[in-house]
């Protein structure tokens, strides 16, 4: 079996992450971020996320995991 999956490429062009745009606080980005992706019709846990960590073996160990709750603190 072989199928063309090339035109399922999206465009992510809408911003630039620009240094001297950024806010003091890195949550507040975040926060900024996570809004856009929950009022996007069709995603339905946009707290749904990837952590990747080093594992002892000294290689990337990745998984998904559902944010709970953010604040100023961090990530929960």
Do not use: C, H
Request: net charge negative.
């Amino acid at each position: 079996m072989n199928r063309d999956l090339s035109d399922y490429r999206q465009s992510y062009e809408n911003e630039e992450l620009i240094a001297s745009n950024l806010p003091d606080n890195p949550m507040d980005l975040f926060e900024d971020w996570f809004n856009q992706a929950d009022n996007v019709d069709g995603i339905r846990e946009a707290n749904a996320m990837t952590l990747n960590t080093i594992g002892e073996d000294g290689f990337p160990k990745g998984r998904v995991v559902l944010l709970k709750e953010f604040s100023v603190d961090g990530l929960i």
